[in-house]
């Protein structure tokens, strides 16, 4: 079964204009992290922001918030204030504390496109 | 500064070659792994290590090969019996045990079979 679902291939979003990108995850350990990357079209991957199972409030670094529902295991990504340069692949993420070696476990991602 | 190196950034081989991807980080990470992405596609596991001289399969790992000699070097060779290598391929690390960090990643190598 897939352990990260991200059902939005593309979006697009007009600049200056707040986005919602969709990651519902699946696992039975009590304890993971739920991460978001962002890769450009020249392929490296930025780390974005991070969420953890028992944190109690959502996590926010500056323009991106995390919108998380434990109940109903999503982790929304939110992008405010969309720029131009916002326009590239994103990828959820997940990291159980019973994975071996730490590994994460990635959705398909979505490419978000910003338009003037 | 502390991060992950991987070279080449680009890489052409020929059909029937072996190719060796390097990684290097000096984060002091015990993790590394190897991720292969296609054209719009997302990231699978091809082999991950914790420590050294230890290494185990991910998801694809058929037609690839690893070696973890040193702490600071985890490189993948794509043998000959990898029938499409034609792909991104990105080398990550991280702590192990510390579900709340996150991955750091290499910038890549592009490799491309001519």
């Known amino acids: 079964a897939q352990k990260i679902t991200q059902t939005q291939p593309g979006m697009f979003v007009q600049e200056k204009e707040a986005v919602t990108l969709d990651c519902t995850y699946d696992t039975s350990d009590p304890s993971y992290g739920l991460f978001w990357y962002k890769q450009p079209s020249s392929g490296e991957m930025i780390f974005l922001i991070y969420q953890g199972s028992y944190d109690q409030q959502n996590a926010t670094e500056g323009r991106y918030s995390l919108n998380f529902q434990k109940a109903r295991k999503s982790a929304n990504l939110v992008i405010s204030a969309s720029q131009l340069g916002d326009s590239a692949m994103y990828f959820c993420a997940m990291r159980e504390m019973s994975a071996n070696a730490g590994k994460s476990t990635f959705g398909d991602g979505t490419t978000l496109t910003v338009k003037p | 500064d502390g991060g992950i190196t991987q070279s080449p950034k680009y890489l052409f081989r020929k059909e029937g070659q072996n190719v060796t991807l390097s990684c290097e980080q000096n984060?002091?990470?015990?993790?590394m792994y190897w991720y292969r992405q296609d054209p719009g596609q997302g990231l699978r596991l091809i082999y991950y290590?914790?420590?050294?001289?230890?290494?185990q399969k991910g998801d694809i790992a058929e037609g690839y090969s690893v070696s973890r000699e040193k702490k600071e070097s985890f490189p993948l060779t794509v043998t000959s019996a990898q029938k499409n290598p034609t792909a991104f391929y990105l080398c990550?690390?991280?702590?192990?045990?510390?579900?709340?960090?996150?991955?750091?990643f290499g910038q890549g190598t592009r490799l491309t079979v001519v």
């Open positions: 290590s914790q420590i050294v001289n230890d290494f």
């Open positions: 990550a690390s991280s702590i192990v045990g510390v579900p709340n960090t996150e991955a750091f």
């Open positions: 984060l002091n990470h015990d993790a």
